[in-house]
Nanobody, 122 residues
Framework: QVQLVESGGGSVQSGGSLRLSCAAS????????MGWLRQAPGKEREEVAV???????RYGDSVKGRFTISQDNAKNTMYLQMNSLKPEDTAMYFC????????????????WGQGTQVTVSS
């Protein structure tokens, strides 16, 4: 059974930084993807960043140049370094994972964490 546990959320002022962590347990596939998605009240879920088993990564347009996704395979942990945070980054951030392919885009990942709240004040 795959379990994903997020941590690192919190409240920060505009321009500040936070680092989110997602600790994974269980086996997905040797060719996997892990990603961060976020959802703010009244808004659609948005893909923030995704990283693959071979360290390929992609970012949502709204976070390019500010956020960095990474992974530590030895620790089975994925990270999201968020810099230059803006009030519009306020959302619940979810970690998600699945096998590479169809389930790695558009939020189709089948394994999800419970989420961690990020609040950015102006």
């Amino acid at each position: 059974q795959v379990q994903l546990v997020e941590s690192g959320g919190g409240s920060v002022q505009s321009g500040g930084s936070l680092r989110l962590s997602c600790a994974a347990s269980g086996y997905v596939d040797s060719r996997y993807c892990m990603g961060w998605l976020r959802q703010a009240p009244g808004k659609e879920r948005e893909e923030v960043a995704v990283i693959y088993y071979d360290d390929r990564a992609r970012y949502g347009d709204s976070v390019k140049g500010r956020f960095t996704i990474s992974q530590d395979n030895a620790k089975n942990t994925m990270y999201l370094q968020m810099n230059s945070l803006k009030p519009e980054d306020t959302a619940m951030y979810f970690c998600a994972a699945d096998r590479d392919g169809f389930h790695c885009v558009a939020g189709r990942q089948r394994y999800w964490g419970q989420g961690t709240q990020v609040t950015v004040s102006s």
